[in-house]
């Protein structure tokens, strides 16, 4: 079916407007910006985006300020209200409830829409999806130096430091944690198991967590479920159990942990393919081998997420380009052969989300100066 002038117009609009966020929504070559928006949002949907400002949980707005942008209101404030609650559900908006309130705002690509599709993947949407994300979305955010994510290390790698900072604890950041508590499917791996290429490192898919407005969010629209904080922290303990890779986001006060793994993880999988890993991600420690107490056992090698660690003269050697510091060769070595180090130059994570998007919205304005 041939689209129309005005379809494809509508749809390069929207992908304008989204480009206009922190990270934005980049135009393609390949036309996959607008295979992308096109399946996950009608004609009307679309259009009712235009209307919205990016929002994480500060600047989302009020069904009221949204209505009054519309100059022909040939729509009522109800069904405006109806439209944006079903884009929230559909995982196209980013929602929040206060009280009687409602609020509404655009979302991001990732972490947002793609994360928001859990449970109702599609194997058309992942093709253009992977196209998308290698041709549009990563180099847009490699360029903005915009990470949402940081790794934090594996408790049992770093429980006998000492003067370990609180952002890099993960039990102390469950303590900075509101309710309520949320878990739901990992949408990498389910993603890879459409495509028939199951996750190597667990047999799991709800590993994924998140807190207080986060959680709400996937709570309300029943992408995940709610849990309490004991079973939150049992879940922690078997993902870092099998290895899994701790990415918090990026600010001071938790509001999601992703357990990853680079066969599934759109975000290491791709780091997997570049040389030095270890200077592109965000990590606060680096892990270094005691030769006079490796066995060349090789242990380390298999559960290294980043290929970092090779055998030379039988002992085990780290590409320190290629290390993120996230402790699993650390906690599983059965030597103690491992230690993590702190790198010279700590990176201490932003208050919140949203001042993130600030510094991110700040660089993006300076790079079109």
Not at 94 to 123: C, H, P, S, W
Not at 139 to 145: A, W, Y
Not at 152 to 167: A, Y
Not at 334 to 360: C, G, N, V
Request: hydrophobic share 35%.
């Amino acid at each position: 079916m041939t689209s129309s002038i005005e379809d494809i117009d509508v749809y390069r609009k929207l992908q304008e407007h989204l480009d206009k966020m922190p990270i934005g929504f980049p135009s393609t070559k390949s036309g996959s910006d607008i295979r992308m928006l096109k399946k996950l949002f009608t004609h009307k949907e679309a259009e009712i985006a235009m209307l919205l400002q990016f929002g994480w949980e500060r600047d989302l707005e009020t069904l009221d300020t949204i209505y009054n942008r519309i100059n022909d209101k040939n729509i009522s404030k109800e069904d405006l209200g109806n439209i944006l609650d079903e884009m929230g559900r559909k995982g196209l908006i980013m929602t929040k409830r206060e009280l009687d309130q409602k609020y509404y705002g655009n979302a991001l690509l990732m972490v947002g829409i793609f994360e928001f599709q859990v449970n109702r993947l599609k194997k058309d949407f992942i093709e253009d999806f992977h196209e998308y994300f290698d041709e549009g979305w990563l180099p847009e955010t490699l360029k903005l130096k915009g990470a949402q994510l940081r790794t934090i290390p594996v408790e049992k790698s770093i429980e006998l430091e000492p003067n370990v900072s609180n952002f890099d604890k993960v039990q102390e950041l469950f303590k900075t944690t509101d309710g309520p508590y949320m878990v739901a499917n990992c949408i990498c791996k389910q993603l890879k198991d459409i495509e028939e290429d199951p996750c190597k490192v667990t047999n799991r898919r709800e590993v994924c967590m998140g807190f207080g407005h986060a959680a709400k969010l996937y709570i309300d629209n029943e992408w995940g479920r709610e849990i309490t904080k004991e079973e939150a922290i049992d879940i922690l303990k078997q993902n870092q159990e099998e290895g899994l890779v701790l990415q918090a986001d990026n600010s001071q006060k938790l509001t999601f942990l992703c357990s990853c793994c680079s066969c599934c993880c759109e975000g290491l999988s791709r780091f997997l393919k570049i040389p030095n890993p270890g200077k592109m991600m965000i990590s606060n420690y680096y892990a270094e081998v005691n030769t006079e107490y490796c066995t060349g056992c090789e242990t380390c090698i298999e559960i290294c997420p980043m290929e970092a660690i090779k055998l030379v003269d039988d002992f085990a050697k780290i590409k320190q380009k290629r290390c993120i510091g996230c402790g699993n060769c650390v906690a599983k070595c059965p030597s103690e052969a491992i230690k993590l180090h702190k790198k010279d130059r700590q990176f201490t994570p932003f208050p919140t989300m949203d001042d993130l998007f600030d510094k991110i919205m700040e660089r993006k304005i300076a790079q079109k100066k």
